[in-house]
C-alpha cells in the first residue's frame, strides 16, 4: 500500500475547529486507499509563548531545558489531532519523536536527525491506525529529548518520508505553495509549479522560511519529492524536486529576505598567515556560523575583515571577537544588527551574464546602499540597512522577475 507523508504547520493547527479541519484531510487520503503517517506543529505561534515563558523565569535558556520545555508544544497537538481522527470513526495513534524511532544528535536546540527507526511507525500502519508523530523532535542516543530548530517540523516529516519510502511528503501551510516572494510581502509574487532542490535550498537557506532549509537538503540526499500545499483549500502546489531542463531554463526563481543578520568588522587586522585562521576557528569552536566575510585590500600591512552571524549568535559573537583583536592586534571592532540580506536565486544566472548588475541597478534605484555582496552559482545576495529591506525586495522582484 502507497504512504504518504502529510505535515501541517502550526498555522493550520492553531484551534480545534482547524484540528478537525486537519482531521477531515488526512481522512480524505487515509479513504483513498493510503496508509497516511502525519507530523504536525505546535498550536499557532505556542513555540514562541514557551521561549517567552522560559524567558521570564530567568537567564535564558539551558538547553536541555528548553528542549523539555519546546517539546511540549507538538505533543499538544499529536493527542488532539488523533483524537480528532477517532471521533471522525477513524483509528490513530499519537507519537512522540522518540516513540517513532527518531534518533538525533546530540546537540540541543538544533539538533540533527542521525536516523529514523521506522518499525514501531510501520506496525501500527499494518494494524491500520493513521500515525500521528510530534515535529521538531526527537530523542538523541542518551535518551535525551533533543528539538531540530525552529521550523523543524519540516524536517520530521521529509526524514520520515525518507524511512518510510513514502511516495509523497507533502507540506501543508498558510500558503498555497513556494512564490517567487513571500507573497505576504509581495502580493505580485507568482505560485511556482515546480522547484528544483538546489534553488529551493538556497531560498530557504536565503530567508524564505516556508520550508526549513535542512528539509530540503534531506529531501535532495534521499529523493524525497516534497509537495508544498494550503491546509485552507485545495490549490495545486508546488513541488519541489530534482531540477529538470525546463527548470534550469528558468533564469531566476525567487528573491528572498532575511533580517536575521548581523554584520561585525574587525579594524586595521595585520595582514599576515594565519590570523584568518585565528578568528574564524574561534568563532567556529563555539558553533558560531559565520555567513559572508569580506576581506579589504592591504594598505600599509593592515586590512579589515568584516562578516556576518545570525542576529541570535550576536551576544556570544562579540567576545570572542574581542578577545581575538587583541590577541591578533587589531585595533578596533564594530557591529550593526540592523542590517538584512537580500538574495536572489536561479539555476539560469549561471549561464547569463548581467544579472548582478540588473540586482545593484534596482538597488541603486531606490537610493539604496549595499554594505556587502556574495554570490555563488545560483544566488547573488547583499547586506543592506534593515529598514530598506522590504522596499529592496519589492524594487528587485518588480523589476527582474515581475516582468519575466
Ligand atoms: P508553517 O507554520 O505552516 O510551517 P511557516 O510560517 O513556517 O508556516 O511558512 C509559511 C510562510 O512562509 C508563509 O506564510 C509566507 O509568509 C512565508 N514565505 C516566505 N517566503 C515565501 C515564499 N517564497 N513562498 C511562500 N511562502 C513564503
Ligand atoms: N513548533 C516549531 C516552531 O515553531 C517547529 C515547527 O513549527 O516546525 O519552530
Ligand atoms: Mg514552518
Not at 528548553?66 to 489531532?81: F, K, N, P, S
Not at 501543508?172 to 505576504?184: I, K, L
Request: net charge negative; proline share 2%.
Amino acid at each position: 500500500m502507497q504512504i504518504v507523508v502529510q505535515k501541517f504547520g502550526g498555522t493550520s493547527v492553531a484551534s480545534p475547529e482547524l484540528i478537525r479541519n486537519v482531521a477531515r484531510r488526512v481522512v480524505s487520503a487515509k479513504e483513498q486507499g493510503k496508509q497516511v503517517v502525519v507530523a504536525v506543529s505546535a498550536m499557532g505561534h505556542t513555540t514562541d509563548h514557551l521561549i517567552d515563558l522560559a524567558r521570564a523565569v530567568g537567564d535564558c535558556c539551558p538547553e536541555r531545558e528548553m528542549d523539555m520545555l519546546l517539546a511540549t508544544g507538538e505533543q499538544v497537538t499529536i493527542a488532539l489531532l488523533a483524537m480528532a481522527l477517532q471521533n471522525l470513526g477513524h483509528r490513530a495513534i499519537s507519537m512522540t519523536g522518540a516513540q517513532a524511532g527518531i534518533l538525533t544528535d546530540e546537540a540541543h536546540t538544533k539538533a540533527r536527525i542521525l536516523k529514523i527507526d521506522p518499525v514501531r511507525i510501520q506496525k501500527e500502519l499494518e494494524k491500520g491506525n493513521i500515525v500521528v508523530v510530534a515535529g521538531f523532535q526527537g530523542m538523541n542516543v542518551d535518551h535525551e529529548t533533543t528539538t531540530l530548530g525552529r521550523g523543524g517540523s519540516d524536517t520530521t516529516a521529509v526524514a520520515l518520508a525518507a524511512a518510510l519510502k513514502a511516495e509523497v511528503c507533502e507540506i501543508y501551510t498558510d500558503v498555497d505553495g513556494v512564490y517567487t516572494a513571500d507573497p505576504r510581502l509581495i502580493p505580485d509574487a507568482r505560485k511556482l509549479d515546480l522547484i528544483s532542490y538546489d534553488e529551493m535550498l538556497e531560498l530557504a537557506s536565503l530567508g524564505a522560511l516556508v520550508l526549513q532549509a535542512r528539509s530540503v537538503e534531506v529531501a535532495k540526499q534521499y529523493g524525497v519529492t516534497i509537495n508544498v500545499r494550503s491546509s485552507f483549500n485545495d490549490n495545486p502546489g508546488t513541488l519541489v524536486k530534482e531540477s529538470s531542463d525546463m527548470e534550469e531554463c528558468r533564469l531566476l526563481s525567487g528573491v528572498a529576505h532575511d533580517i536575521n543578520v548581523a554584520k561585525i568588522g574587525l579594524f586595521d587586522v595585520p595582514d599576515r598567515p594565519g590570523i584568518a585562521t585565528h578568528l574564524f576557528k574561534a568563532l567556529a569552536d563555539e558553533k558560531i556560523n559565520v555567513d559572508m566575510i569580506i576581506q579589504s585590500w592591504m594598505r600599509s600591512g593592515r586590512n579589515d575583515i568584516v562578516f556576518t552571524v545570525t542576529r541570535d549568535d550576536l551576544s556570544k559573537t562579540i567576545p570572542i571577537v574581542e578577545r581575538v583583536m587583541k590577541e591578533i592586534g587589531a585595533l578596533g571592532m564594530e557591529y550593526n544588527d540592523h542590517v538584512a540580506k537580500i538574495s536572489i536565486v536561479g539555476a539560469g544566472m549561471v549561464t547569463n551574464p548581467g544579472v548582478a548588475a540588473n540586482m545593484f541597478e534596482a538597488l541603486a534605484k531606490e537610493n539604496i546602499n549595499i554594505n556587502m555582496i556574495s554570490t555563488s552559482e545560483i544566488k547573488i545576495s547583499c547586506v543592506i540597512e534593515e529598514d530598506q529591506a522590504v522596499r529592496a525586495v519589492e524594487a528587485i522582484h518588480a523589476k527582474m522577475i515581475g516582468k519575466l
